[in-house]
């Protein structure tokens, strides 16, 4: 199994920045795609952005240009750096890691979110 462990939510001004990372550990053989995703109340979960294990990125239209994905592929962690922060941003953050375990099964992996909230 892999597991994702997210970090670095917390509440902060409109205008403010704040980074997310996410770790994978597990039993893990290779990562190629991940990403962060956000789901605010009432509504669906919906993409941030991605990043494959080769670094090509795609953003959702909302935070291109404020939002930037990385990755450390040695560590097996994803960050995401928000800056420009707005209070439309405020949602629970998802880390997902589309992942090959040691057994070579395939398989698309969930951490437990965390909060990030934009208020004043």
């Known amino acids: 199994q892999v597991q994702l462990v997210e970090s670095g939510g917390g509440l902060v001004q409109p205008g403010g920045s704040l980074r997310l990372s996410c770790a994978a550990s597990?039993?893990?053989?290779?990562?190629?795609?991940m990403g962060w995703y956000r789901q605010a109340p009432g509504k669906q979960r919906e993409l941030v952005a991605t990043i494959t294990r080769g670094g090509s990125t795609n953003y959702e239209d909302s935070v291109k240009g404020r939002f930037t994905i990385s990755r450390d592929n040695a560590k097996n962690t994803v960050y995401l750096q928000m800056n420009s922060l707005k209070p439309e941003d405020t949602a629970v953050y998802y880390c997902n890691a589309d992942a090959l375990t040691l057994e070579l099964r395939k398989g698309d992996y969930w951490g437990q979110g965390t909060q990030v909230t934009v208020s004043s």
């Open positions: 597990g039993r893990i053989f290779s990562i190629n795609r």
